[in-house]
């Protein structure tokens, strides 16, 4: 057999809140592509967030398992294999990408290798009052000079107080906010709230309203005082659709989600269209384990793109595969002592 299936459950150290609600495990499959050698092989991560994720939990299984017959019979696969199922094909195009670069898990050339890192937000979650403002200083004292919060869970006002606080120690100079309120606001709200958030100078909000809705969006972007990225709107959106839905909309910023989107080629087609109509973005991890972090953290570098990338989430598991990447005072790093390396006996 040439490749094969593992399937995952990753566990949160904590419950984690989200506007979705509370996440406590996620799935994964790991594909693997046997290499040289007896335990050799090259991995892909298929990882899918329950009410995000576009792919049909109920029949990736069988999709997967029909992959796995096709790569082990040597058949061509097509990308129509894969419509509907993108984190499938971020899974598999990864796949054959450390299995072409002989199962080493370096994916690209990148400068990640050579100790440079790769500047990160701090991605604080939704909580308490309490709880969201001790992840705060947490993140700050860890050295983060960008900090994420997820927003439109408890009360504005408490949401505000927090911005607040932050604000009163630390100017935009120390330290970068961004919001993201995962489509918490309603559309005929929006626009106060956003005025309210600017006040606390703020580099951007996503995703401010639900996705699809994109005549309210296409209104906020133009009128907003904070700067407005669009996150859950780039997901499930056809290549064909895709400058036509930006043309319209004008967004300041994209956020790109590999695993969300259907892998690398994928995303790339929205840089290309983004930067033909002058819109900025960055890069954000989906709750991938290491394997799919790595993946993710290792093509950001192939770009000159100077944004805070989303590239921190690998610390969340109890149940992560060790790897090399670690955080250091805001910076993600690969990690080649003689004491780092990969372990897969987790799955």
Request: contains cysteine.
């Amino acid at each position: 057999m040439i490749a094969d299936c593992v399937f995952h459950e990753l566990n949160f150290k904590m419950p984690s809140g989200t506007s979705r609600g509370i996440l406590r495990s996620k799935p994964s499959w790991f594909l693997r592509k046997k290499g040289i050698g007896d335990d050799v092989f090259a991995y892909g991560e298929c990882s899918v967030i329950e009410g995000l994720s576009p792919d049909d939990l109920d029949q990736l299984p069988e999709k997967i398992k029909l992959l796995i017959d096709f790569i082990n019979e040597g058949k061509t696969i097509s990308d129509d294999f894969f419509n509907g199922f993108p984190a499938l094909q971020f899974a598999y195009e990864t796949l054959q990408l450390d299995f072409e670069r002989h199962c080493e898990h370096k994916l690209f050339d990148s400068y990640l290798f050579n100790g440079e890192g790769i500047d990160i937000n701090g991605l604080v979650w939704m909580g308490s009052k309490n709880f969201m403002l001790a992840q705060i200083k947490e993140k700050i004292n860890q050295g983060f000079k960008c900090i994420k919060i997820k927003i439109a869970a408890i009360d504005f006002s408490e949401e505000l107080s927090l911005l607040r606080y932050v604000r009163q120690e630390f100017n935009t100079d120390d330290i970068e906010i961004r919001v993201d309120a995962n489509g918490g606001f309603k559309p005929d709200s929006a626009l106060e709230n956003l005025k309210r958030l600017s006040e606390f100078n703020l580099h951007s909000i996503e995703q401010p309203i639900m996705a699809d809705n994109h005549e309210a969006m296409a209104e906020l972007c133009n009128v907003t005082p904070l700067d407005i990225a669009l996150d859950e709107e780039l997901i499930g959106v056809s290549s064909n659709s895709i400058k036509r839905l930006l043309e319209n909309i004008k967004p300041q910023y994209i956020i790109l989600k590999p695993s969300l989107l259907g892998g690398f080629k994928a995303s790339e087609k929205w840089i290309e269209a983004a930067e033909e109509n002058s819109i900025d973005w960055w890069i954000t991890s989906a709750l991938e384990s290491n394997i799919g972090l790595n993946a993710i953290a290792q093509w950001t570098t192939t770009f000159s793109n100077s944004n805070y990338q989303g590239l921190g989430t690998g610390q969340l598991f109890t149940n992560n595969i060790q790897s090399p990447l670690n955080v250091k005072a805001g910076r993600l790093y690969y990690d080649n002592g003689e004491n780092t390396s990969w372990d897969f006996s987790t799955i």
